[in-house]
């Protein structure tokens, strides 16, 4: 498996949880207007990643440092085990260079 591939598969699944957690964020009854800010970016950063992964037409170029700077935001914002993936996929792309 190549260092493009790995990333490409990391990028993905960390996009996947990353959104998959962010929408069971919704299950709490009373929502502050942070908490849904949160959530709006969190699911607007997990778009980004799966778009730039799957790419119909290469809309967001796959790219090392933005799979580390979206990562970095993803465990601020949301999700640490999607983050966590996503800055993996961003060093395995940094060190293909």
Not at 26 to 48: G, H, P, Q
Not at 71 to 88: C, D, E, K, N, P
Request: net charge negative; no cysteine; glycine share 12%.
């Amino acid at each position: 498996m190549r260092e493009e591939d790995l990333m490409r598969l990391l990028a993905g699944l960390g996009g996947a949880i990353t959104l998959i957690e962010t929408i069971l964020g919704f299950n709490e009854r009373n929502f502050d207007t942070s908490k849904v800010i949160s959530i709006v970016i969190s699911i607007v950063l997990a778009v980004i990643i799966l778009l730039s992964v799957i790419r119909p037409g290469d809309p967001v170029p796959m790219n090392w440092l933005l799979f580390v700077g979206l990562g970095i935001v993803i465990l601020i914002f949301s999700s640490l085990a999607g983050g966590i993936l996503i800055l993996v996929a961003g060093f395995i792309g940094y060190t293909e260079r």
